[in-house]
């Protein structure tokens, strides 16, 4: 079965940039969705198919996806995007979640 | 904006059958916008999809599942609705319901429920 796989941590200084990698075979062919779950909440979808933001969400949020690999990068972290980040990709008839990044803010 | 509210039993014995059910508001499960999706998270762990339902009846489940899994679609009740059979331990998770824009490649989850605990124990 497909996987993708993601660091389970990344730390970050207020207002510095924070890039979170989603890893699967070939995912640049597909596309990559990410979500923000922060500490008991439910998840919410920051970027959908590779680099497009829904209604609401920060610029600050951009995504990426070539090759391997899909990113998602927040610039000029804030405090408020301290949180569990989950890629999310189809394949073979089923929707595969990565296993989550957790953001630090320091 | 779409609000979705699931309901469950909370605690269950191993073999049981889990009935979930996830009633919409602010908007029609009749939309063809829209598919309707379960997500689960086992405490301290990542998201699992589990099935998406369209609100004629078609639906896909994720293979690992498969065989457990039924979803129906009641739409004079704007809700929709899983049973998982001979559920054990492992299927100890916050269960949610969200709204699936697009389909397989481009499909992707934007709205989400709260959230049902469903705890296995005997």
């Known amino acids: 079965s497909y996987e993708v ?3 389970p941590s990344v730390s970050v200084s207020p207002g510095q940039t924070a890039s979170i990698t989603c890893s699967g075979d070939k995912l640049g062919n597909k596309y990559a969705s990410w979500y923000q779950q922060k500490s008991g909440q439910s998840p919410v979808l920051v970027i959908f198919q590779d680099n497009k933001r ?3 969400i920060p610029e600050r949020f951009s995504g990426s996806n070539s090759g391997n690999t899909a990113t998602l990068t927040i610039s000029g972290t804030q405090a408020m995007d301290e949180a569990d980040y989950y890629c ?10 990565g296993s989550g990044t957790k953001v630090t803010v320091l | 904006q779409l609000q979705l509210q699931e309901s469950g039993p909370g605690l269950m014995k191993p073999s049981e059958t ?8 602010g ?3 009749s939309s063809s916008s ?12 990542g998201l699992e999809w589990i099935g998406s339902i369209y609100y004629r009846g078609s639906t896909y489940n994720n293979p690992s599942l498969k065989s457990r899994v039924t ?5 004079s009740k704007n809700q929709f609705s899983l049973q998982l059979s001979s559920v054990t331990a492992a299927d100890t998770a916050l269960y949610f ?3 699936q824009l697009g389909m397989e490649v481009a499909g992707r989850f934007d709205f989400w429920g709260q959230g049902t605990l469903v705890t296995v124990s005997s």
Do not use: E, H, N
């Open chain 2, 27 to 29: 908007g029609s499960i």
């Open chain 2, 71 to 75: 979803m129906s679609v009641d739409t």
């Open chain 2, 18 to 25: 889990l009935s979930l059910t996830c009633t919409v508001s």
């Open chain 2, 97 to 99: 319901c969200a709204t």
């Open chain 1, 54 to 56: 829904p209604s609401g």
């Open chain 1, 88 to 97: 999310q990709a189809w394949d073979s008839y089923t929707y595969v979640f």
């Open chain 1, 5 to 7: 796989t993601q660091p």
């Open chain 2, 34 to 45: 829209y598919y309707w999706g379960w997500i689960r998270q086992p405490p301290g762990k």
